[in-house]
């Protein structure tokens, strides 16, 4: 386990993790909103771990980052040009997407449902994160299900300690509101709303 704490290069620590992730690793990071637990959302061991390290109930699914719109390739399979929209005006930043996943995505992501959450960050060490492991991360919160979702890192290790491999601090995060979500396969739909208003949303596509 590695505390990447406040006497570590911010680039050096952010790589270490990138590293860990891609060896099936899950890393405590920051985002704009909470902390959250990362690992690559393409490897279904790493999947399995998180699950299990979250008590995570189940069919809930799990949404992931992404570094910008050219990543969502590999994970699925149309932007319609309502997520378009909402991607020029919200990311980065506390929106999540549902989009059509392809058909080959772990079903711990999609639970099923035939549709992805994804999201660019605002925080600099997460979509730092994200790049340099050149592959979507996931995001759920780093807290075992029923739990305060962390604003430090030090809330984080007090849940998992050494079961998580390295710890991103990022100081204090901002917490509530949490990111908002919408299904955006077909007529704009509101899963929860959170930092970016439903009439917020609303009022963006009505201008366009």
């Keep these: ?17 990138a590293g860990l992730i891609a060896g099936g690793g899950v ?3 920051p985002t704009e909103t909470v902390y959250g637990l990362g690992v690559d ?8 771990r998180l699950v299990t390290l979250k008590g995570r109930e189940p069919g809930k699914p799990i949404s992931v980052l992404v570094s910008d719109r050219h990543m969502l390739g590999d994970l699925v399979s149309e932007v319609p040009p309502l997520a378009s929209l909402l991607m020029r005006r919200f990311w980065p930043g506390p929106l999540t997407i ?11 992501l999609t639970s099923d449902t035939g549709g992805l959450g994804v999201r660019v960050s605002s925080h600099p060490m997460a979509t730092a994160l994200v790049e340099a492991v050149g592959r979507p991360v996931t995001t ?6 029923g739990q305060r979702p962390p604003l430090h890192v030090d809330e984080a290790r007090a849940y998992f300690g050494a079961r998580v491999d390295c710890y991103l601090d990022g100081g204090r995060v901002a ?6 979500v919408v299904d955006a396969r077909g007529e704009l739909k509101v899963i929860r ?8 949303l609303l009022a963006v596509l009505q201008q366009s």
Excluded: F, K, Q, W
């Design 1 to 17: 386990m590695l505390d990447c704490s406040n006497n570590v290069v911010a680039s050096e620590a952010i790589a270490h993790a």
């Design 27 to 29: 890393v405590v990071y």
């Design 193 to 200: 709303e959170g930092a970016i208003a439903h009439a917020t």
């Design 140 to 145: 759920p919160s780093a807290n075992p299900a």
């Design 98 to 108: 549902v989009l059509r996943a392809h058909t080959g995505l772990s079903p711990l």
């Design 41 to 48: 959302a393409s490897n279904a061991r790493a999947l399995d």
């Design 175 to 180: 917490g509530e509101p949490a990111s908002t």
